[in-house]
């Protein structure tokens, strides 16, 4: 079983009207129905007890990543926009060590500006954008990869926000999806690393006043990204001097 952690800042849910009517429970918790509410017809095989899934928030203490929930956590999935310079530095570091240790995180949309993310990266993690509802078509360029399992030749949705190149982060290791946008616009949208001794997928949808979280397209993709970035054994790992 993957133990899941889904965190999200929950501010625009409970400030904007837009937000709370795609969102009135919180998007982490729309994204924790999209890997629950599943029996395996999607050919995975999957069925409900696949995950153990927690959520956290922003404005709990230490927000709810504590050393014992990430301890507990196989992959992390961050959202967040507003709010990224509330989370503490001592939180970010918490998740970045877990990462290196092997932890696998799913950053999505705007949380390319997250610390933890920005931390891992060593860059700024820019980007154009424009929020004008326009459609996105999100090309699978790497079929052959585990994210990629089960989908079409493309993923199209019908109003979204732009973002745009030049994204300023390293060259992924892989990359899965590149968009396109009606305006003409290109952006890398599906990027996987390694970190340390953990996966790290970043994956562009999914804005706060967009149902883009309720696409089962998109829910698969996601569960497909923690199966991805689950934690492996591998080798053991030694470091230092050697006799």
Known sequence: MTRVTIWNEFRHEREDEDAAAVYPDGIHETIADGLRNHDGGDGTGRDDATY???????????????????????????WGHEAHD???????????????????????????YSKPFKRLMGTTCSLQYREDGATERLWVVDPGHPIADGLEEYLELPRTEMYGEPFDVPEPDRLVFNSWFEG?????????????????????????????????????VLRNAVDWASPTEGAPRTFGERE
């Not at 153990?52 to 956590?73: F, K, M, N, S, Y």
């Not at 503490?88 to 918490?94: K, L, T, Y």
């Not at 003409?184 to 967009?210: A, K, L, W």
Request: charge should be negative; aromatic fraction near 8%.
């Open 184 to 220: 003409g616009e290109v952006f890398r949208s599906g990027c996987c690393y390694r970190r340390g001794n953990g996966r790290i997928f970043y994956f562009r949808p999914g804005h706060e006043t967009y149902p883009i979280y309720e696409n089962e397209t998109v829910q698969r």
């Open 52 to 78: 153990e899934i927690r959520t956290a928030t922003l404005d709990e203490p230490q927000h709810g990543l504590t050393d014992a929930v990430l301890e507990e956590t196989d992959v992390l999935l961050w």
């Open 86 to 112: 509330e989370v503490s530095d001592a939180v970010a570091e918490r998740v970045q060590e877990r990462v290196l240790e092997g932890m696998g995180l799913v950053v999505l949309h705007s949380g390319h």
